[in-house]
């Protein structure tokens, strides 16, 4: 326990931060896509998925882009100010979020968030830097990471909790955000880098970018940020397409049953309609695996070169989201879940270290900033697909209403689209299980695993050509 007291009071206080932080984030993050797309007597929006990959794409592209500034922002004005600043936008935008409905305002509203979440964001991590020795880095950053675990498992179960009134889950997760005002008190500001009075924050802007564009003059580094770029593509369908999918075609039948036989506690607070469970307890899963088995499969690959680490993981991962599509199995998905999990644990810590290894000496700080370009990307990427492709191949309302067309049936315009599908499989005279079987097996809107596989092996075999490329870590 000695290596536990030699961490600071501040360090204890930003790991703190950093979890509520993360529990009021996927407390809304992980149900944002269903919200979006849901039917509106369940609380959705109604969106189509195209409108949620643009919502969800672009927008969380941008709170990755904007934190190589609001970095310099934090560093000019005092990490205190920026971190108050941050809540204020996040407890706001949670709690006026509701009230927003057209795409237009929701959009509006989620880059509003993004841009507190920007402002937060680069201010934990260098305060975990700040507060850590060489000694202590490793562990401390241990902590860290799991802290963000720990936060992104219990989030969701919360605000699931009071999904059956949608609004609440934004009032839940700008309550949670509220309680770090509590904790900034006792927030003492770390020593920073001195700046310049003379330079404008506009210069500092400009510099930035001018630093930026010197990724240029290293192409093989700008090859790797590109395939990374494909890595996250596949991985945010975690939080983007995966929920829609299981909400749409998964069978949870089975596992709400055995949970209702010994655990009825999980069953009474997870389950949305009789005898299913939500679909985001379900992904919720690929937390608890990492909670679980992350001190495990570090150590398994901590001596493993980085590429390599990052190839075998990339693998791994690719082929657990593409099978997370595959089957309306409940308990196929789960397995597929745990193979994805194995494969993050393995590859994507790996990133961030082998751009430590191979960033000048010089340029540490600068290279480190560049990691959020692959994950702005890929979060762009990821919307693209799980909006427009996921609409065109997979999406149930879609499917529907091509199943109306295709056998002449006359529902009445103005109903929400759940109760659009019940008057479908009345028609038909089948339960809605047997006409969403039905319709998987008609349209085959598994195919989505295909596209997913195909991402994410492409962004694989290229970094397996990359590291026999002659790269040396």
Not at 116 to 136: C, D, Q, W
Not at 167 to 185: A, D, E, K, Q
Not at 207 to 231: C, H, N, Q, T, Y
């Amino acid at each position: 326990m000695s290596i536990f007291s030699k961490f600071p009071r501040t360090f204890w206080v930003a790991n703190s931060i950093e979890l509520l932080e993360r529990w009021a984030w996927y407390g809304f993050f992980m149900l944002f896509a269903n919200y979006l797309t849901g039917s509106s007597d369940m609380g959705g929006l109604e969106f189509s998925q195209s409108q949620k990959g643009l919502i969800m794409g672009i927008g969380t592209g941008i709170l990755y882009f904007l934190p190589v500034l609001t970095g310099a922002i934090a560093d000019r004005y005092g990490y205190r100010k920026v971190l108050a600043l941050a809540f204020v936008i996040y407890a706001t935008a949670f709690a006026f979020f509701p009230q927003a409905s057209s795409f237009t305002a929701v959009f509006a509203m989620y880059i509003y968030l993004a841009l507190g979440a920007a402002l937060f964001k680069p201010i934990i991590s260098a305060t975990v830097a700040k507060t850590t020795r060489p000694e202590t880095s490793s562990i401390g950053f241990g902590i860290f990471y799991m802290m963000v675990n720990i936060g992104a498992f219990f989030g969701p179960l919360i605000t699931l909790l009071f999904k059956s009134r949608s609004h609440l889950i934004f009032y839940v997760s700008s309550g949670v955000i509220l309680l770090n005002f509590v904790l900034l008190l006792f927030y003492k500001e770390p020593e920073r880098a001195e700046v310049k009075k003379e330079s404008s924050l506009l210069r500092t802007f400009r510099e930035i970018f001018r630093s930026m564009a010197s990724i240029f003059k290293d192409p093989g580094f700008l090859v790797f940020l590109l395939i990374v770029a494909g890595f996250w593509a596949m991985y945010f369908q975690l939080f983007f397409t995966l929920p829609v999918f299981i909400s749409q075609w998964v069978d949870t039948g089975v596992l709400y049953h055995f949970f209702d036989v010994h655990i009825p506690l999980i069953s009474a607070s997870y389950s949305p309609a009789p005898g299913t469970l939500d679909a985001e307890f379900i992904t919720n899963m690929d937390a608890l695996f990492i909670i679980i088995f992350q001190i495990v499969v570090s150590a398994l690959v901590m001596r493993w070169k980085p590429l390599r680490s990052m190839v075998a993981g990339f693998l791994v991962c690719t082929v657990g989201m593409a099978l997370t599509l595959f089957s309306q199995n409940v308990l196929f998905t789960i397995a597929a879940i745990f193979i994805f999990s194995l494969g993050e644990m393995a590859g994507s810590p790996k990133i961030t270290e082998y751009i430590g290894l191979i960033a000048p000496k010089d340029k540490k700080a600068l290279y480190m900033g560049y990691s959020f370009i692959p994950v702005f990307v890929g979060n762009v990427l990821a919307g693209f697909i799980s909006g427009n492709v996921y609409q065109a191949m997979s999406d149930k309302v879609a499917i529907t209403e091509k199943l109306i067309a295709d056998k002449g049936l006359t529902v009445a315009d103005g109903l929400s689209t759940h109760l659009r599908f019940e008057e479908a499989a009345r028609q038909l005279s089948l339960s809605p299980q047997e006409l969403t079987n039905l319709l998987w097996d008609t349209y085959h809107p598994s195919g989505m695993w295909v596209v997913v596989l195909s991402i994410g092996l492409v962004a694989t075999l290229c970094l397996f050509i990359y590291d026999r490329a002659g790269k040396k870590f």
